[in-house]
């Protein structure tokens, strides 16, 4: 597993980063989260310096947080998950709950059944891969810190994932809810939602709602409210924290 340790000292705070992207993407959050613990990020398995191949169960990425908890003696952790993390982050609470203080979770949805991921493989079938550089990478991907999910091969830059992977583990969303998940944290939840995410409506609300958490709407923000409206995210979170 792909560890960072960003710094700070006293409570454990980790960082689970979302599908395709990889632990060094939280690295601006970081900057200021370090004042109110040591913060940890991971990177998911079959992401970045992670080179474990599946299973893709979302169970199989919340055992793998949960052992990162364990094993860098973070717990009980304040988890932060953005989108896919975001989901592990429910589970981890859910599953584990002596591991887990309170969770921030960032433009992800319980249930997005009848979702397929054909809807967006054409998107991915049309990049011209290998890119040429860096900048041919920020060109034809618009999300924020797209670079760093890259590596250098000797013929040009590739994803650090592979495509494949990510459609299998994107999948499991289409055919099954978590609202179990939901139902069943206990702990102090924060529930930031992105304006223009493109996620279903409702829902990161009613999260909040089920479990007398907080739910922040933030409608100027695309789907990485911290790089988008870091700002909005920051202010958020410390108030959280404190």
Not at 22 to 38: D, E, K, P, S
Not at 175 to 196: F, K, M, N, S, T
Request: hydrophobic residues 45%; charged residues 25%.
């Amino acid at each position: 597993m792909g560890t960072i340790e960003f710094g700070g000292s006293g409570r454990g705070i980790l960082l689970l980063h979302g599908l395709m992207s990889r632990a060094t993407t939280w690295w601006t959050v970081a900057r200021w989260l370090t004042r109110y613990g040591r913060v940890v990020a991971v990177d998911a398995r079959g992401h970045g310096r992670d080179a474990r191949g599946g299973p893709w169960r979302t169970e199989d990425f919340v055992a793998d947080a949960a052992e990162a908890v364990v094993g860098l003696g973070l717990g009980p952790a304040v988890v932060i998950g953005h989108s896919m993390g975001g989901l592990h982050a429910l589970g981890l609470a859910a599953t584990h709950p002596d591991l887990v203080s309170s969770i921030v979770v960032e433009d992800v949805v319980p249930d997005n059944t009848g979702k397929s991921v054909d809807d967006w493989k054409w998107y991915f079938d049309a990049w011209p891969v290998p890119f040429r550089s860096l900048a041919h990478v920020r060109s034809v991907i618009d999300v924020p810190r797209v670079e760093e999910f890259f590596e250098e091969r000797d013929d040009g830059y590739h994803l650090l994932a592979r495509i494949e992977d990510l459609y299998e583990i994107a999948a499991e969303w289409g055919v099954r809810d978590y609202w179990h998940y939901v139902d069943a944290v206990r702990c102090p939840l924060l529930a930031i939602e992105a304006g223009r995410g493109g996620m279903r409506p409702g829902q990161m609300a009613e999260m909040a709602r089920r479990t007398g958490g907080r739910h922040l709407l933030v409608p100027e923000s695309g789907h990485v409210v911290h790089d988008e409206a870091p700002e909005v995210f920051r202010g958020a979170v410390e108030a959280f924290l404190s």
